[in-house]
């Protein structure tokens, strides 16, 4: 996948755990946990201001872009 997810990162940086983020965030535990292991196909924009709100952060930060090797 040519996006990939740092939000493993960020909480890191930011010293929050995946509890506390889920809860601050209103998000359930499994979806987060998808979500930051780079397993989600999608993630809404309300969920992704509500993460950059809690890590005081940008979107940017959080997602990135890597091109895909061609095959």
Known sequence: MAIIV???????KRKIGLTELA???DITLANLSILKNNKAKAVRFSTLEAICKALD??????????EDEKK
């Open 57 to 66: 952060c940008q979107p940017g930060d959080i997602l990135e872009y890597v």
């Open 6 to 12: 740092n939000l493993d990162v960020m909480m890191a």
């Open 23 to 25: 809860n601050e965030v």
